[in-house]
């Protein structure tokens, strides 16, 4: 199995930008693709982004192209999140998630999470 740690979120104004990372330990980190994911208050987690483990194909959710871009540096067994024109409805709690088999969105085949890192977006 592997263990993820977050970190990196912050409190930002709107437009600005932050940098997420996810560093991994135990497991192989290249056997796994990786995702985040975040949380609002009273909202449901949902999905943000993901790259597959070789870092050949990506997904984006819709609300975040174009702003938000997900990469990772498998020797340093690293995931980043590279968050520009930061809108206040991306407050939330960021998590990194890990998986192996299919290259997924959904949040319920993730198998191994982070802690999570507050971001908070001000208006």
């Known amino acids: 199995q592997v263990q993820l740690v977050d970190s990196g979120g912050g409190l930002v104004q709107a437009g600005g930008s932050l940098r997420l990372s996810c560093a991994a330990s135990?497991?192989?980190?290249?056997?796994?693709?990786m995702g985040w994911f975040r949380q609002a208050p009273g909202k449901e987690r949902e999905f943000v982004a993901a790259?597959?483990?070789?870092?050949?194909?990506?997904y984006y959710a819709d609300s975040v192209k174009g702003r938000f871009t997900i990469s990772r540096d498998n020797s340093k067994k690293t995931v980043y999140l590279r968050m520009n024109s930061l809108k206040p409805e991306d407050t939330a709690v960021y998590y990194c998630?890990?998986?192996?088999?299919?290259?997924?969105?959904?949040?319920?085949?993730?198998?191994?999470w982070g802690q999570g890192t507050q971001v908070t977006v001000s208006s």
């Open positions: 998630a890990a998986k192996t088999g299919a290259f997924s969105k959904a949040t319920t085949s993730y198998d191994y």
């Open positions: 135990g497991r192989t980190f290249s056997d796994y693709h």
């Open positions: 790259i597959r483990w070789g870092g050949l194909n990506i």
